[in-house]
Structure formats: structure tokens, C-alpha cells
């Protein structure tokens, strides 16, 4: 057994003020809770993802991580009912002339107890058969009493297009998937964003998985449309992308490239013009996540800044031959570009990244400093 090392955490009057903490002590992370009277020590990393248990919160004698909501008992380290066997290190405490004391040397074993994968964690492996093209709908209409929505008519036009030229179609209509915000886990550390999404992982009841099932395992193309809204896309559109973050996080922290040989377009309309900043916006965006773009990705049609009859455009997109066409051929731009892309898939070992997404990130020593 190791020779005690105890450490002084400081004077236990300052320490009882706060229920929970996290403290660096010789570059070890521990949370220290005080909750009715007795003091706890346990490893300030969490077993899932490493996120800091001392920031976190209490929930009765259980630490609940403030990344993900791992819960870990205060004292003794173990997990919530029904994960006991996994275990974050605890520390024996004592005070002594008004200071409190951890034995360093105590540390218990770190335990994982095996979780099982989300069905999202497998690996990507595209069927055989035609070209599938999703499209993702991101007009925020309210479903329940539907009006004439100009991007859903273009969309329908470029799917109906898409499966008269062979290939298989699905319509994803966001305003219909019940779907949390993103919570900005990676503002809290770039590790804490997981793929699949951490309120994917945690909510069961998130439909969000309906899109990532679709975009990173199912589609060959995927032609979204959206509305401009005051000189920007949807609001729907963005609370969409925001929750697509970790697909583009997993190249930035694990070199794992989750889109592969698949292509994107565009179909954007509205009253108000603006249309090379809300599709620069989307162009930017699904590079990042690895997409790839036919010639002219995507068609568009606005009646500028002025024009403040709005029925008019519905009523120019309803009779337009043109804006049909359009949809139509963008379509077939995208099938037939997928098509050359799936015919040369070849395994990737790598891909090298530049600019600021290149970065270099340090792998988690949950034991080591933060």
C-alpha cells in the first residue's frame, strides 16, 4: 500500500460554503462536495467524455456532470443506480486544526462499466442500390394549417424529378420533427460535442436522429430548401445546422470523417432579396461537414428589397415554367454528380484539413490536469 500523501485544500469553514467544486491539487482534478456536514472527494473527470465534475451539479449525494449529466456518487464514486460498477477515483478526507486534508495516495481505481452504443455509433457502410436523395424541408409554417409554401413546391419538383430519373427520394419536413435547440456543448469544450449529438445520446425522444440517420447513412444528395426571412435563411434552417455541429466536430476532434462521396444543393426563395449571403452561408456550412457540390448548386428566386407585395411572388413561383425547370435540373445536376462519386468510392485513411479546423487537440487524460 502507498505511503498516505495528504494535501491541504484549505480551511473547512471557507470550503463548507460551497456544495460543490472543482480543485486542482499537484495536477489532480477533484470535486469536492459538502453536503449535510460531510465532505466528499471524488476525481473531478468524468468517466464518459472527461467533463469536469466540479462544475457540475448535486442532485441529493450524486455529482451530476455538466456536460452530459453522468451522475457519479459524491463520496464513494460510484455511478447512479444501475451503472454502481462505474466508477469515478475517490479520496480519503480529514480535518484537522480547522483544515481539511486529501490523501492523494487513495485514489481508488477508475472504473468504466460498459454503456451501450447508440445505434448511430456504427459504422458507415452505403447499401447497394440507386441514388437516394433526401430532401430536407426547413420552411418553420405551421404544419396544422398549411399555406403555399414556395421552397416545399421547388423541393417537391426536384424530388418528383429525382425519382422519375431512378433514383429513391424522402422528404424530411424539419417543422414536423420535434427536436431540441443545440445546447452549445462545445462552447464548453470541444470535446464535449459528441457524435452522435450529446442530446441525442441523452433524450431518446429526439428526432433529431431521424436527420442524421438520413444525412450520414441514407442520402447519396440532399437538396434542402428554405425561405429567406429577413435577408437570412430560416430560423428552423438554423436551428437545424446548429444541431449538425457535431458531424463537423468529429473531423475537428477525431479526424473522423462522417461525409463521404455525397453531394448537397439549394432550392431558396423569398420576397426579400439577399440570396448570395443566405447561400454562401449554406455553401460554407455543408462543405465543412464534407459535402460535396454539382455545377450551379443551387436555384433561387426573390423579389428584392422593395417589393412588399408578397402575393405576387407566391404567385410568381405557383406559374413559374422557369423556377420548374430549374428545380428539375438542379436535381439531376446533383444524381448525376453523386453517381460518379459513388462509382470511385475508395477507402480513405485520412483526410488532411487546413486553415483553423486543423488544429491539433490534445486526447483527454481524465486523471491529468484539466
Not at 456536514?37 to 457540475?56: I, K, Q
Not at 451530476?64 to 469515478?88: A, L, S
Not at 455543408?286 to 408578397?310: C, N, T, V, Y
Request: proline letters at 5%.
Amino acid at each position: 500500500m502507498s505511503e498516505p500523501d495528504w494535501k491541504d485544500l484549505g480551511a473547512v469553514a471557507d470550503l463548507r460554503q460551497r456544495s460543490l467544486q472543482q480543485l486542482t491539487i499537484e495536477r489532480t482534478r477533484i470535486a469536492l462536495s459538502h453536503h449535510d456536514g460531510v465532505f466528499g472527494a471524488v476525481s473531478g473527470a468524468c468517466n464518459h467524455v472527461g467533463g469536469p465534475l466540479g462544475e457540475g451539479t448535486l442532485e441529493g449525494d450524486f455529482v451530476v456532470c455538466p456536460w452530459h449529466h453522468w451522475k457519479f456518487h459524491r463520496v464513494t464514486g460510484q455511478g447512479e443506480p444501475g451503472y454502481e460498477q462505474d466508477q469515478v477515483p475517490r479520496f480519503a478526507l480529514k480535518e484537522e486544526g480547522g483544515r481539511l486534508l486529501v490523501d492523494l495516495a487513495s485514489a481508488t481505481p477508475r472504473r468504466k462499466a460498459p454503456h451501450e452504443r447508440h445505434p448511430l455509433e456504427r459504422p458507415i457502410v452505403r447499401a447497394p442500390g440507386p441514388i437516394r436523395v433526401l430532401g430536407l424541408s426547413t420552411t418553420a409554417m405551421d404544419a396544422a394549417y398549411p399555406r403555399f409554401s414556395t421552397s416545399d413546391s421547388l423541393l417537391a419538383v426536384a424530388l418528383d424529378s429525382a425519382a422519375e430519373a431512378g433514383a429513391e427520394t424522402r422528404l424530411l419536413r424539419a417543422n414536423t420533427l420535434e427536436f431540441r435547440h443545440c445546447e452549445g456543448y462545445y462552447s464548453k469544450s470541444a470535446q464535449a460535442c459528441t457524435w452522435p449529438c450529446s442530446i441525442t445520446q441523452m433524450d431518446a425522444e429526439d428526432e433529431m436522429v431521424q436527420v442524421y440517420e438520413a444525412l450520414v447513412f441514407w442520402c447519396d444528395v440532399v437538396i434542402l430548401s428554405s425561405p429567406i426571412r429577413w435577408g437570412s435563411a430560416s430560423s428552423l434552417y438554423f436551428k437545424l445546422i446548429e444541431r449538425m455541429n457535431c458531424i463537423q466536430n468529429q473531423v475537428t476532434i477525431r479526424d473522423n470523417v462522417l461525409i463521404r462521396n455525397k453531394v448537397a444543393a439549394f432550392i431558396i426563395t423569398g420576397g426579400q432579396d439577399n440570396v448570395q449571403a443566405v447561400a454562401g452561408q449554406m455553401l460554407m456550412f455543408f462543405s465543412e461537414l464534407g459535402f460535396d457540390f454539382p455545377q450551379f448548386p443551387f436555384i433561387a428566386s426573390s423579389r428584392g428589397w422593395s417589393a412588399e407585395d408578397m402575393e405576387r411572388n407566391v404567385t410568381y413561383v405557383m406559374r413559374s415554367p422557369e423556377l420548374r425547370e430549374g428545380a428539375r435540373a438542379l436535381a439531376q445536376r446533383a444524381v448525376e454528380k453523386a453517381a460518379v462519386l459513388v462509382a470511385v468510392d475508395a477507402p480513405v485513411d485520412k483526410t488532411v484539413r487546413g486553415g483553423r479546423k486543423a488544429h491539433h487537440m490534445e486526447v483527454v487524460d481524465l486523471d491529468g490536469p484539466p
